[in-house]
């Protein structure tokens, strides 16, 4: 959470701007994040970085092209100095991975204080004071039940149970699920189609408007959760397939549209927690992985340790990690985080 000192500063700097420029992670917390700043701001240019969620020297053209007298950063792990020394306007950035050290920006991340992993939409949520059904909906959507969660269940009772006994039943057993799974469904394929997805969901009104269809609008963003879902249900079908004796459940799939690895791999981390999940796009000669793992075991160190000596890369949370590996170092990557996984046993 970020402190009542942060929260006057971050909210002066939204107030006091008339073009702001919002770059966010194109996942259910990021464009949350994004959300909720905007619809209290009514104005500015949202940018989802999609792939690998990292900021270089190339973006900062974006906020010169635009004209934006300021820049807000949520929820992306990674940024180079390069990126903010680049733009030229005062820079806001807020987000709850591996702590950075970077200057000519202000950097709010609760784990450099408390160490604690609270998802960006519960600041942001704290500036605005508005959309609480957003920033609930973001912050279970990756994977933490926050204290908004009572305040949720008392605007929308038949939504969210007031004792839910885990985060895991609201994401995927619960009413909620489904809004969940449309937040990052319509951040799937042509950039044109997202962005008119992300422009409608500034406009929407409530969650039931969505749920019940009640307008041209939500109708639009139910076609495309239909749509994208038949896909997931099948890949989900043939990756239940893969799960074997073996500790890790691994599945890959070749699309060049629609990267689905998030979603699939918190699903089946979900329905088998003692496995470690290894979900994996083809795509231009790369696996694009997304990695999981239960409580009892500690990824990311893993997945480091197992990427030496492999062509690749990867980042992110103690359970949840992001990949890219050459093709033909994928079965090394695995046998190595297989025994890296042994060892710690």
Known sequence: MLTDSEVIKVKDH???????????HDDPDGLASFLLFYRYKGEGRGYPLKAFPRLTAEHAA????????????LDIALADQEFFDALGVPCIWIDHHSPQERTKVEYYNPRKRDNLNIPTPNGCYQVVQQDLWIATLGSIGDWYLPPLAKEFHAHYPDLLAEDVPSVEEALFNSPVSKLIKLLSFVL???????????????????????????????????????????????????????VTKDPLIVFTYTDDTLSLTKDLANELLYKYNDKI????????????????SGKNTILLPLVQRALIGVQGYGGGHEHAVGAGIKKEDFQLFLDNLRRELQAQR
């Open 14 to 24: 939204l107030d006091n701007c008339q073009r702001p420029f919002i770059f966010f």
């Open 62 to 73: 974006k906020v010169h092209e635009y004209g934006a007298d300021k820049v807000f950063v």
């Open 188 to 242: 799937k394929g042509p950039t044109n189609e997202v962005m008119q997805a992300v422009k409608i969901l500034t406009r929407i009104e409530s969650p039931y408007e969505i749920l019940r269809e009640e307008t041209p609008r939500a109708k639009w963003l139910m076609k495309k959760y239909h749509t994208i879902n038949q896909i997931y249900e099948k890949l989900m079908k043939k990756a239940e397939k893969s």
């Open 277 to 292: 999940i290894v979900l994996g796009r083809e795509k231009s000669g790369e696996v694009r992985c997304s990695l999981r």
